[in-house]
């Protein structure tokens, strides 16, 4: 045979493969041909997902593509989103389903992964039971140390500050005030009051930390979706100074680590400076690594497991840190919006007129106040802080909905932005009402008991399944404190036309901000009626 025949029918093999392989089977014989398409390219390529990702535009895409094509649907060859509860959420998110790598490209603090990023079942779910307990409501709520902290944070540092801005008359921006607050929440209880933040009372350290955080989240998307391509491209897709932002923060949460580590070497002080959950992490892994050293037949040394293992507490409790900040920060933002639009002054005098009737305020009484409670529930159900994508992979032989037998490695994603979104549980979807959340019996309420239920099974501003936000209760009492503290004393007015109080479209929706602005509030301390402090 001629060598031009050779090459000729070479050729034509390689392409006939190239057709089969790209064009064919993604199309016609992969199993997921038979689900509907959010775009005609999506079976081909992950183009259009991917350049709706990297403009931070995909929460949008998918919730559109949703209403169209129904509750599952392939947004790329090997990807699909899903927005419902049975058949959806329910099986991917409550084990089995893996998390893959999409976390720990970028999720991974000083070289290590936190829980959060934490690829596998087992040593996720080891650390996790480390963990939980420190962050169960009843112990928040029994904590002598957090009531302090929560005492100090309100009376001392928050109201004072609210003082200032109301007594300067200029409108003022929540989003700084309410990140610096929650970061002092998180942070103290983590690491103790004193070795905790103080940007509540230093707004300029504040400003600079928040900074530092927008650098690192604006260019996730490069090493998340590509991290082949952008370790290759370098700082031409990454510029440098975002790593020196990194850089800072973790320097800043190594110090207070450091300075943890001495408040339990010290053993004694105040209640409220005692590092709860540095303490815990430490002890849990002091007793893995002794255990382990016991059983080799070697002595333990505190100490060294301590040096051994900081890297690993450090990284797990930066992630806390700003996990903490950025979610509940978001959420009080939009909340503090929503109460300061003239159409929903009147929630803002229902919730003032409930905080009076409440009169310890502690962590237990505040969270049973019914108005309270609906209004966070509402934001946290319209403005979820995190309504992106919550990527898993499918283990062989998977079933969603009517689909079975989907194959191992195709990357399963459910947004909160739609499930909280969806009409038939959640009427007029796109209004922000606080009615809808509350008991049937009270006076205000528009949902039956049978509609709360299901609200319940589709409300997701926390995931669900096992790698549920091991903080959830840690922020909804940290958030129902910071709202009782403002509204209980202060009436806020919104200034301007809110422009800035668009959401981003990614994994976090925080809002984008318009000409460096994002919540402009008038702040006005009422003389009478509420004033007690906390
Ligand atoms: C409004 C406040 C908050 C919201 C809306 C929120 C939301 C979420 C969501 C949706 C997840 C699952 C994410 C995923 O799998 O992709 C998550 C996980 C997590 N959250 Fe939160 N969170 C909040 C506050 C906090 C706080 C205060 C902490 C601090 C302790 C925290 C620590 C974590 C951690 C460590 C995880 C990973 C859990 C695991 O891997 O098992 N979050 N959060």
Known sequence: MPLLSIALLALISLSALVIYKYLIHPLFLSPLARIRSAHWSAPLSRLWILNARRQELETFAIHAAHSRLGPIIRIAPNELSVNNVDGGIRTIYSGGYEKGTWYSNVFCNYGVSPMFAMSKHGEHSKRKRMLSNVYAKSTLQGSKGLDAITETLINDRLIPRLRELGASGEPSEFYFLLSAIVT?????????????????????MGKKFFWDYKARQRFQFWPQDLPSFTRWMGKWVVPEWVGAANGDIEAWVM???????????????????????????RSALVKEDSAQAESEGKDVDVAEIVRKRKLDTASELLDHTLAGFDTSS??????????????????QERLRSELAEC???D??????LP?????????????????????????????????????ANIRVQSQ???????????????????????PPTHSLATSSEAQQREMQRWFWAFGSGGRMCVGSNLAMLDMK?????????????????????RHNGGYVAEPVGWEGEWCLLRVEELSSGNAEEQ
């Open 184 to 204: 002092d929440f998180v942070s103290s209880y983590i690491f103790g009051l004193s070795q905790g933040s103080n940007f509540t009372q230093d707004p300029g």
């Open 416 to 438: 909160a932005w739609s499930l909280h979104r969806e009409p038939t549980v959640f009427p007029d979807p796109a209004s922000w009402d606080p009615s809808r959340w509350l």
């Open 330 to 347: 978001i959420t009080l933002t939009f909340l503090a919006w929503e109460l300061s639009k003239p159409a929903h002054i009147p929630w």
């Open 481 to 501: 404190a910071i709202i009782a503290g403002i509204w209980g004393r202060f009436r806020t007015e919104g200034v301007g036309e809110g422009k800035g109080m």
């Open 359 to 361: 009169h310890s305020k």
């Open 371 to 407: 108005i309270l409670h609906a209004i966070l529930m509402e934001t946290l159900r319209l403005h979820a802080a995190i309504p992106g994508n919550q990527p898993r992979i499918t283990p062989p032989n998977a079933t969603l909905g009517p689909y079975t037998n989907l194959p």
């Open 255 to 281: 110090g207070m680590c450091e300075g943890a580590e001495e408040a339990v070497r010290r053993a004694e002080g105040e209640e409220r400076d005692w590092p709860t959950v540095y303490a815990q992490l």
């Open 363 to 368: 962590a237990k009484e505040l969270d049973a």
